[in-house]
């Protein structure tokens, strides 16, 4: 089992920062993917981000390329979600995810592809 708990949601303005924090325990990590989804008010969850080891393995949806990075710690089993430029639409509960990596390389975007997920973090943004 892969027990993860994320961190750091909270109040933002528009055109403010967040950084989330997802912490994983129970296994390994880094036969995983990790990534973010996030839920609005009255809407399905949607997919944000994902992250299988460094960098350029990372993938964002098209919504917040150019404004949120994921990015990961392996040896401290640490996921990160740096949110910049946050707008209104950015409101939502924000999930830590992780799928084993040959279930999720090929649809990333795809919320049935992992496995295990966080109870979520709000994140508010005001305008």
């Known amino acids: 089992q892969l027990h993860l708990v994320e961190s750091g949601g909270g109040l933002a303005q528009s055109g403010g920062s967040l950084r989330l924090t997802c912490e994983a325990s129970?296994?390994?990590?880094?036969?995983?993917?990790m990534g973010w989804f996030r839920q609005a008010p009255g809407k399905e969850r949607e997919f944000v981000a994902t992250?299988?080891?460094?960098?350029?393995?990372?993938s964002h949806v098209d919504s917040v390329k150019g404004r949120f990075t994921i990015s990961r710690d392996n040896d401290k089993k640490l996921l990160y979600l740096q949110m910049d430029s946050l707008k209104s639409e950015d409101t939502a509960v924000y999930y830590c995810?992780?799928?084993?990596?040959?279930?999720?390389?090929?649809?990333?975007?795809?919320?049935?592809?992992?496995?295990?997920w966080g109870r979520g973090t709000q994140g508010t943004v005001s305008s």
């Open positions: 129970g296994r390994t990590v880094s036969s995983y993917y």
């Open positions: 995810a992780a799928g084993w990596k040959y279930k999720v390389k090929a649809t990333p975007q795809r919320r049935e592809v992992y496995d295990f």
């Open positions: 992250i299988f080891y460094g960098a350029n393995t990372a």
